[in-house]
């Protein structure tokens, strides 16, 4: 079997699941997203998920995905935001973890930036999108659990209650929603717990900031995106269902 007929089957077994999911809890499964995490793999994975469908992909290393955007556009794939020649476009969302002195080479190479992480990253993604006249979509990660390893804004943090005032100002930023990840702990009822968690943020945080938009929650992966869907999830990040198992940090090309 091909690697086009191998992805094209999991999606199709995936748009099944969601749409399963999406039934149990009365939801139209248009309102649920799929992105594709495609982190350790090649450019030609993400090129037959994309002729199956896929238009948004989740990487988490600027330095992995500036080298592999090279092939994508030998696969005819352009990404959005990131250039102005339009044609076969996918957005590509960084989902890990940005160290502020790479946040202006991630803007230049990103639709998106879901894992926002700090005020000072905030500060940081703003200017250099002004500097490419960019306007950059945004999540707020945050950190649910007590993971040392997890990165995150704290719910109940002061820098949190400083970004979310300090936001409409960045203008170059534009705020959707939030983004987390859930204990890896396989236990369902803390994935739940965290997901239900973060909806209700979402919903606080909504009435008292009425000029942002939090529409978007990003949560739930491969082990846990059903439980995800339930808990109101927009956007669930898939990345083994999909491509298979990561091999860890081998080298990559297309
Ligand atoms: C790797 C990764 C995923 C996808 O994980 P799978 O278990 O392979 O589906 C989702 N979200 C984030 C933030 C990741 O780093």
């Given at each position: 079997?091909?690697?086009?007929?191998?992805?094209?089957?999991?999606?199709?077994?995936?748009?099944?699941?969601?749409?399963?999911?999406?039934?149990?809890?009365?939801?139209?499964?248009?309102?649920?997203?799929?992105?594709?995490?495609?982190?350790?793999?090649?450019?030609?994975?993400?090129?037959?998920?994309?002729?199956?469908?896929?238009?948004?992909?989740?990487?988490?290393?600027?330095?992995?995905?500036?080298?592999?955007?090279?092939?994508?556009?030998?696969?005819?794939?352009?990404?959005?935001?990131?250039?102005?020649?339009?044609?076969?476009?996918?957005?590509?969302?960084?989902?890990?973890?940005?160290?502020?002195?790479?946040?202006?080479?991630?803007?230049?190479?990103?639709?998106?930036?879901?894992?926002?992480?700090?005020?000072?990253?905030?500060?940081?993604?703003?200017?250099?999108?002004?500097?490419?006249?960019?306007?950059?979509?945004?999540?707020?990660?945050?950190?649910?659990?007590?993971?040392?390893?997890?990165t995150g804004l704290l719910p109940h943090s002061r820098?949190?209650?400083?970004?979310?005032?300090?936001?409409?100002?960045?203008?170059?930023?534009?705020?959707?929603?939030?983004?987390?990840?859930?204990?890896?702990?396989?236990?369902?009822?803390?994935?739940?717990?965290?997901?239900?968690?973060?909806?209700?943020?979402?919903?606080?945080?909504?009435?008292?900031?009425?000029?942002?938009?939090?529409?978007?929650?990003?949560?739930?992966?491969?082990?846990?995106?059903?439980?995800?869907?339930?808990?109101?999830?927009?956007?669930?990040?898939?990345?083994?269902?999909?491509?298979?198992?990561?091999?860890?940090?081998?080298?990559?090309?297309?």
């Amino acid at each position: 079997m091909s690697l086009q007929q191998i992805i094209s089957d999991r999606l199709q077994h995936l748009y099944d699941q969601i749409g399963a999911a999406c039934r149990r809890a009365g939801r139209d499964p248009d309102t649920v997203q799929l992105m594709a995490v495609s982190k350790t793999h090649p450019a030609e994975a993400m090129a037959a998920a994309y002729a199956a469908g896929i238009r948004i992909f989740g990487e988490n290393r600027v330095q992995e995905f500036q080298q592999k955007s090279s092939d994508l556009k030998a696969f005819g794939i352009n990404i959005a935001g990131t250039r102005k020649d339009g044609g076969d476009q996918a957005e590509v969302h960084l989902i890990g973890h940005l160290q502020s002195n790479k946040a202006a080479r991630a803007v230049e190479v990103f639709s998106a930036v879901d894992t926002v992480d700090s005020l000072r990253i905030a500060q940081r993604l703003n200017e250099a999108a002004a500097r490419l006249h960019r306007q950059v979509p945004i999540l707020l990660e945050i950190k649910l659990s007590e993971e040392p390893t997890k990165t995150g804004l704290l719910p109940h943090s002061r820098e949190l209650a400083d970004l979310l005032e300090r936001l409409p100002a960045m203008d170059h930023l534009t705020l959707h929603g939030l983004m987390t990840v859930a204990p890896l702990d396989g236990n369902p009822d803390t994935a739940r717990r965290c997901f239900r968690n973060l909806r209700q943020l979402r919903d606080a945080w909504a009435a008292q900031y009425p000029q942002l938009d939090f529409s978007q929650l990003s949560m739930g992966m491969s082990g846990d995106f059903e439980i995800a869907i339930e808990e109101g999830s927009t956007m669930v990040r898939i990345g083994s269902a999909i491509f298979g198992q990561r091999q860890g940090p081998v080298k990559l090309s297309a």
